[in-house]
């Protein structure tokens, strides 16, 4: 018997199953003309005793969707020697969301990135069909598809159409369709328990399909779970009809036990808080039984759709020694992120010290730039927070792995394909905290280097302020100097003693200039030379981690990686060996040495690698950090007050300078209106009667300078009258 | 019959061949105590017929050898069943580098980080065999063994002692083994052509087998070339003993025709042309026939040594839209650098731009740091190079891909198969094209950013400085201000006019300050409204090249490698149907179709990918970059200019304050002189002649200040004496 089908252009292997359903099974195909790979649906004898209209159903509802979201419909085409009819699809090379959440690696869920291209796609394929007035009625994970694009992205698609019907707005549908623990309650009544209910079921009952889906992507299990599965359906019932508002799953944990609810995601599941904050809520509102509660269509599509559009923004704490996420709505600002940040950290706007790329965040963007124009962060590339307040670092290791399982003496293929499962799904668990600690590690060492560069651009930066400052301080110096001279010039020329005016101006330049010449540059100048020329900071965290390997540079990750790789392999080395159920004496021996080795590696990637090497290393370097981060805070702050000061002090200088020019003015201004000279044309200045006691030494001064003035004036006529009188007296004095 | 095998501790599949020998063969096995995973060599009847020393040497040399290059010796153990001895070895799990070179990948060499690790640790082996005194006599591809460790890196490992044997320093040996390509002349005379030759062979004979090996994977070819290949042994002997020294390749490529000797790498070799440089010495070095000329061990350990300690710079030329690669030496400074670019990118020294991490390199190095130094440098974040002088660029595509070969129109499961590894291995050199020109365009992209980056950073530091500028001119003003202001009061006193020396002051002040507040500031100003705030220089860029998509955003090189991923597995099918040799007919059509599906993909990637996408973007994006550059660079320099100018105003600005100084100390100093006031005590500063002109008109002041001030001088005695006389003379008149 050949295994080769074939219809006018696609031919398939009955050899090449991806899917086998109620009506009929899915086949990798080829097209005979290009070579294309394709899906191909075929019905079974099952299928063609459905009514006409159902069978042709499936048809017409492939040919009015068109979405990139939806499996797309290739052809529809007869198969040879009369079987009927056959769907042929593209093909979606990496199966389905069913196969994708039974590997060992999402035992708890998809990643993060992974389950929001879920939701994302999922709700875009279920718009399109909401907007053609289309009901899916079977929506599970067996039934979305991933398709790996050319360019090795993913793209999820909703496929098997064969429930799905049109439903014209607010028409309810009353045929039964779905798969049992994807029901709404009320469907779930009347198929599962067979009783005759006398509800009609909205399209909304597609919602409730989606919460729980979501809600098994996101954690890797149903929300609601009576014991002993499936078969406890009454339980099942109650749990999803007597369940509260807002209560997300139920699971009952022995016969006839209580129910366990819950209103958040458990503790196992991979999904940052920053995006909890967001799901669980989405999935208490699709998986809500009553009808006036459950959220429309339009509510789920737009919270879904604000959800989306946030903005994802990677933050290092390296108070906790850990990553968090932060999902900003794209027109936040600066303010909103720091209360965002405050929510995760624990760190208060005001103490928040946040760098990016080696620089304050505030250098990149200002305080009203939309997140939305934020630059990119990556996980390995985050915002950095530290706190201004708190020099604290604790760091909390969830050392929870789970128990290994062991093999049982004797070789037991079934049951030994289900523990190295378990095994595997542990060896990703170990895996993952491998990456984020050794992550945590080179964001520690990453964080240190940027602080310290952003100390030494600090104290630079201060540096060159207080430069410029002496500089400004010279020149008023020198004014100060001409201006005091010029008036003891005046004095001299006067005859009167220079008064402690003058004095004073100098005195005062030189209490204001000691401060920076005595007290801010010295200062700045020895932590310049400590913290940017010699390094001290970077140098101390060298030292001290000196012994220290951080599991980042030692590829603890890729260890960790390669590890759980050769579990998977042994892994599947006993899913052949269950296939096979026979082992001969040699399978059978190598059956025991792959348990052997799974042993050996589960043991060592949890004992040596994750506890002994990456957490012990991680422990340590949080010690190392939180010793550095003291010290490293307190040459910020000084750095910082330094900068003031160097402010109050150029606002200091300007003031004094504004008041000896006020008083210099206010001298000519008096010799001007004593009349010793004539009004100097005036260069731009009020003059403010600021330095009152120096104005009234100038009367003083004036006063004085009144009386030689009525000696000098008319001096010159004196003189000659004095001559000719001389004269004439000489003349006089002869004639005696 | 069973394929399983075992010794003590080690079992085996026959099954597992990892290779085959004369003398014997490679399998895969595992420890049976832990499971894992080694490589068992046993020995075939015909090596038992081999003396019994040579049987025992190949254990001897095994045991006396240990490094991190030799494959590691586990156990020798006696095979169960009295089979004899077998070997037991740390499992290579990547192959030897034979398999690895005659992956269509490697058709053409390996990339150049694989050769560096394959010639380091091949190099490090061979220095341990040489430490021990032992000569492999065999060394080639299929002895080099590549391990994968568990954090994903390799290690090369030599394997295989089977040939080798003790050399006591400048023993020679006559016995005979090796492969023949890679043979010495003198023992391929020996050996191939079987002819009795009175040479003895040094231990020397394996760096010419180094040599074949490393010219094969540097290139994907042996260097000597007989047309026919193996069977021409005559032209092959005469190839390697006639070639001139220097040479490194000599190929016939027709009957009896002519020799292509070349001492260079060929085009199509995958090393950049910074490790070319040194490449090609080593294996002219290697390569030569003279027993005089060849290096000594010593000198290409050496050599190796070198090569191996110098450092990998990446270099992006936005010239010529291309990344090139430079390998400096530790100790080399940035002057060595700038020749070394100036070498690769012909520009020269002084009219580099070299910018790294959106700063000049010198802003994180200095002149003198020592390359080792240096911080690390990216294939995706390399050094940016522009020139000064040259705006131009032009970028040269090489679209030398080969033509894709077609298939016969008969299925020929054997040629197919060989035609399918020449579709891949064009398809390999096809995906390099595009990931080189992909990462060209996302370079191109960044360099502008950076560049852009860098100018707004320059201006803004002009603007910063220029502000500064203002702010000490107008201290300054203010000075002239307080002097003039002094001096003309003086001068009023005086009761003379003031002299043109205080307007010149204060004209030469503005004259000076003009270039300020009329040139410098508002030219800055504007550049900076126009660059900095309005952001001017990345806008006009991405106005430019809005309608251009950048094929690294457009993933360009995942889409070719996904297609050169379809292509392999069309291969790989095509070496399983050319295994089974007979097709069904079932087998036959599937058959086609994946030849079907290689011309598709093939001309797809070539076509539309590459010519179509990939170059006609990178061409256009250059032409972009020509016409942006232009406009970049000159602003560039503008910025440089004010730079400079803002120096040269500082300077005078500094020197009109000294001067004026000066004058008012002189004018001071010389109403000292005269003795109209008192000395005041001097503040620091010598008095330097430098205006003479406002020294005389100074002096012309003070000629007639001591006419003025003989007039004064005892002017209260003589308003005395005129009192008492104008008294005795009202008293003289009154009594006449």
């Known amino acids: 018997m050949s295994f080769l089908r074939g219809s006018t252009n696609y031919v398939w292997c009955t050899t090449s199953v991806l899917g086998k ?33 159902v069978q042709l159903r499936e048809f017409e509802v492939l040919k009015k969707v068109k979405h990139e979201n939806i499996v797309k419909l290739l052809a529809i085409e007869e198969e040879q020697e009369g079987r009927g009819k056959v769907i042929v699809m593209e093909l979606c090379t990496g199966g389905s969301l069913f196969n994708i959440l039974d590997d060992p690696e999402n035992t708890y869920g998809l990643r993060e990135e992974e389950f929001l291209l879920v939701l994302e796609h999922l709700t875009a394929g279920m718009k399109h069909l ?53 029901l709404h309650p009320d469907m779930y009544e009347r198929a599962v328990l067979r009783k005759p209910v006398g509800k009609t079921f909205g399209a909304t009952v597609d919602l409730w399909s989606i919460g729980v889906t979501l809600y098994h992507v996101a954690t890797g299990n149903l929300p609601f779970r009576p014991y002993g599965g499936r078969r406890n359906k009454e339980t099942m019932y109650y749990i999803t009809t007597k369940k509260a508002s807002g209560v997300i799953s139920g699971t009952q944990s022995s016969e006839n036990g209580p129910i366990d609810w819950c209103r958040t995601l458990p503790d196992s599941c991979r999904l940052s808080d920053g995006l909890k904050k967001f799901v669980t809520p989405l999935l208490a509102g699709l998986l809500e039984v009553d009808a006036l509660k459950i959220w429309t269509f339009d509510k789920f599509f737009a919270e879904v759709t604000e959800t989306l559009s946030r903005r994802l923004l990677h933050v290092y704490n390296i108070h906790k020694v850990r990553s968090v996420r932060i999902y900003v709505h794209p027109e936040d600002t600066y303010r909103n992120l720091r209360e965002l940040i405050r929510e995760q950290c624990d760190v208060s706007p005001d103490d928040q010290i946040i760098l990016f790329n080696d620089k304050h965040l505030l250098e990149t963007v200002d305080e009203n730039t939309s997140c939305k124009n934020y630059p990119q962060t990556e996980e390995n590339n985050p915002i950095m927070l530290f706190s201004n307040e708190n020099n604290n670092v604790t760091i909390s290791v969830e050392n929870d792995v789970p128990k290994l ?39 520690t060492h ?86 940017v020329t010699h390094n001290t900071l970077t140098k101390e965290w060298e030292k001290n981690t000196n012994g220290c390997k951080c599991c980042w540079q030692t590829k603890a990750p890729q260890r960790a990686r390669s590890s759980v790789q050769k579990l998977r392999e042994s892994w599947q080395h006993m899913i052949r060996d269950r296939a096979t159920r026979n082992l001969t004496y040699n399978d059978n021996q190598f059956h025991v040495l792959e348990r052997m080795k799974m042993d050996v590696i589960g043991t060592s ?59 210099d003015t206010a001298f000519h201004d008096d010799l001007v209106n004593v009349g010793l000279i004539k009004p100097i044309p005036r260069h731009g200045g009020r003059i403010k009667g600021q330095d009152m006691r120096l104005r009234t030494s100038i009367r003083e001064i004036h006063s004085v300078q009144d009386e030689i003035n009525s000696l000098l004036n008319g001096n010159s006529q004196l003189v000659n009258q004095f001559k000719t009188i001389s004269e004439k007296i000489s003349a006089d004095c002869n004639k005696h």
Not at 462 to 477: F, Q
Not at 606 to 634: C, F, G, H, N, P
């Open 21 to 53: 359903g109620a009506t009929g099974a899915v086949f990798q195909g080829v097209n005979k003309n290009t070579g294309e790979q394709v899906a191909v649906k075929t019905f079974n004898q099952l299928s063609h005793m459905r009514p006409h209209d």
């Open 130 to 182: 909401r907007d053609n007035s289309l009901v899916h009625r079977d929506l599970k994970p067996g039934n979305i598809m991933k398709f790996v694009r050319d360019d090795g992205t993913t793209v999820y698609k909703l496929t098997d159409f064969g429930a799905a019907r049109e439903l014209e707005e607010d028409q309810q549908f009353m045929s039964l369709y779905g798969t049992e623990e994807y």
């Open 405 to 443: 399982p062991t093999f049982s003496n004797l070789v037991d293929v079934e049951n030994d394909a289900s523990v190295a499962k378990t095994i595997c799904s542990i060896g990703h668990v170990c895996k993952w905290r491998v990456e984020t600690l050794s992550l945590a590690s080179k964001l």
């Open 446 to 531: 990453d964080s240190v280097r940027t602080f310290a560069y952003v100390v030494k651009d600090e104290l630079t930066r201060v540096l060159a302020k207080t430069s410029r400052l002496i500089e400004m301080t010279k020149c008023v110096e020198k004014t100060v100097d001409s201006v005091m001279r010029a008036q003891k010039t005046v004095h001299s020329m006067l005859g009167v003693k220079t008064t402690s005016s003058s004095n004073n101006w100098k005195e005062e330049m030189e209490t204001v200039s000691q401060e920076l010449f005595h007290g801010l540059s010295p200062a700045i100048k020895q932590l310049c030379l400590r913290y």
């Open 605 to 663: 990637l949890i004992k040596s690698l994750l506890e002994r090497e990456v957490i012990s290393s991680i422990t340590q370097i949080a010690d190392y950090l939180a010793d550095w981060y003291k010290m490293a805070q307190t040459i910020y702050l000084q750095g910082k007050i330094l900068d003031r000061d160097a402010d109050v002090y150029s606002q200091r200088l300007d003031k004094f300078l504004k008041n000896m020019e006020d008083c």
